[in-house]
Structures are given as C-alpha cells and as structure tokens.
C-alpha cells in the first residue's frame, strides 16, 4: 500500500488515516510491533517530526501504545479497533450522501444507485 497525499488536508492527518486503514485491513494486525517512525517518514518521504505527530495522535486514540524500550505497538483492543472502523465507515458514508446530495440525490435514491451498482457488480 502505497502512501498518497492530497494538497488539502494537512499531511499528518493523512498519516494518521492512512495507518488507521492499514490497522483496520490487518496491514498491522493487533499486537505487532510499528515500523520506527525513521523507517515509515522514509517509505511515506515526510519529515519524521511530521510521522512522530501521527504516532503521537494515534496513541492518544487508543489504537497504538509505546512499551518504553521495545517501541511501538498496535492495540490488542479488538474493540477499538471496531470503533475505529464503524468510525471510519461513517465518516466514508458522510460524505458520500453529502456528494450525492450535491448531485441531488436524497438519502433514498443516492441508497437506490448503491443498490444497483450492487447488482451490476455481481453480474460480473
């Protein structure tokens, strides 16, 4: 998974988004040791104080915590983790109703247009 960033947003929220899907999908699956933030600001091409913000953020949500000698780890909490995705969901459907709203759609149809690209997709 490559690491991508938009000019919008600033670059270690991204961070923080793109580690939160790579923890959800099992990238980094609970328990594992993080890469060091030198290694990723160099995969990701940040400044590592950019990358140490990120981590610091996420530790602050629950999802990673640091064991003082042995650096960071993701969650065990398999909960949280769920939060974290039924959180993520949420926000991706958020702004897709208000995308289709713009294209004016309301809740029902834009739901109606999910619906047959579900069907179309499975014809395929």
């Known amino acids: 998974m490559s690491?991508?960033?938009?000019?919008?947003?600033?670059?270690y929220a991204q961070l923080m988004e793109q580690i939160k899907r790579r923890i959800i999908t099992g990238i980094y699956p609970p328990g594992e040791k993080m890469p060091?933030?030198?290694?990723?600001?160099?995969?990701?091409?940040?400044?590592?104080?950019?990358?140490q913000r990120a981590f610091a953020q996420l530790e602050q949500e629950g999802l990673l915590y640091t064991q003082r000698t042995s650096?960071?780890?993701?969650?065990?909490?398999?909960?949280?983790?769920?939060?974290?995705?039924?959180?993520?969901?949420?926000?991706?459907?958020k702004r897709f109703l208000e995308d289709m709203e713009q294209l004016g759609y309301n809740c029902r149809q834009a739901v109606e247009v999910l619906e047959r690209f579900e069907k179309e997709s499975e014809k395929l």
């Open 3 to 11: 690491w991508e960033f938009q000019s919008d947003r600033p670059i």
């Open 36 to 51: 060091s933030v030198r290694e990723l600001a160099a995969e990701a091409s940040v400044n590592p104080n950019t990358m």
């Open 71 to 93: 650096g960071r780890f993701v969650t065990e909490d398999q909960q949280r983790i769920l939060e974290m995705k039924t959180e993520m969901a949420d926000e991706l459907a």
